[in-house]
């Protein structure tokens, strides 16, 4: 019987898929912890910065052939991971641009001129998106990208030029990733406002860290963001360790179909 019988049609939301999230912050703030509170997580490190996480990792990842040899073991081979931590997507970028430049002949990444060596690195982002997609889809595990974040200037169509967060990558594989994930969550500290009065009826205003972390899952004009299930605007983490605020959050906004991991349940 065909797929596309009309008595195999079924609710477009209908099941649950494993999910295609992107976390990206300032320096500091738990981020690849954030990653290791899914279930069963198995770290794929671009960067030598995990090893203060008490969780399964791959060796330290030097080229895309390091990651394509890693999904495929993932792919290939039963385990029991749930989630593949890829950190981080930034730190991937200069090996990706390695291997467009080893494809095609290239001295660097600028050498053609007039941005086609990015252009061409899109076909090297699809292809890693392509080994991404095959674990979620085939082998049913969430895929969490993190990403250090940088300040740029956004040129809006209907107000003047202004800065926000952004990811830190170049503007093509931004707006790739950006597209190719169900969430895009930006994650930074929360600032308190306090005004101090320094004579003759004047004021000044500082901003005070609290060390409290905050996640915000829709554009704003200060950072780029999105979220396909509703979300919260913002979501308060405060100094859990757990992310278990975003967790619950998923959990309420699938209607229980994303399923709490095993440490969150029985609360």
């Avoid at 477009?12 to 290791?36: C, H």
């Avoid at 791959?58 to 991971?81: R, V």
């Avoid at 660097?108 to 997609?133: C, H, N, Q």
């Avoid at 049913?140 to 250090?148: K, P, T, W």
Wanted: hydrophobic share 35%; net charge negative.
């Amino acid at each position: 019987m065909s797929k596309f019988a009309l008595d195999q049609i079924k609710l477009a939301n209908e099941g649950w898929k494993a999910q295609k999230i992107l976390l990206y912050g300032t320096q500091g703030l738990g981020k690849s912890t954030f990653g290791t509170t899914f279930e069963n997580p198995i770290l794929l490190p671009a960067e030598d910065g995990g090893s203060n996480l008490n969780v399964p990792a791959f060796p330290l990842l030097h080229s895309m052939s390091d990651l394509s040899e890693a999904c495929q073991t993932l792919y290939e081979q039963e385990h029991q991971f749930k989630t593949a931590i890829m950190d981080s997507v930034d730190w991937l970028e200069p090996m990706v641009w390695a291997a467009t430049c080893q494809r095609l002949g290239f001295d660097s990444i600028e050498a053609p001129g007039y941005g086609k060596g990015y252009l061409e690195a899109d076909s090297d982002w699809r292809e890693v998106m392509g080994y991404f997609d095959a674990l979620r889809l085939e082998r049913g595990m969430n895929i969490v990208l993190v990403a250090h974040s940088e300040v740029k200037r956004y040129d809006s169509p209907d107000t003047d030029p202004y800065d926000r967060y952004g990811i830190k990558l170049h503007k093509r594989a931004f707006a790739l990733w950006q597209e190719w994930a169900d969430m895009v969550l930006f994650c930074g500290y929360k600032t308190k406002i306090k005004k101090t009065e320094v004579g003759f009826n004047k004021e000044v205003s500082r901003g005070e860290g609290t060390g409290e972390r905050m996640i915000y899952t829709e554009e704003r004009p200060a950072y780029l963001a999105k979220n396909r299930w509703g979300l919260s605007p913002e979501i308060y983490i405060g100094r859990d360790k757990t992310w278990g605020a975003f967790h619950r959050e998923l959990n309420k906004a699938t209607n229980g179909r994303y399923e709490l991991p095993e440490a969150l349940r029985g609360e």
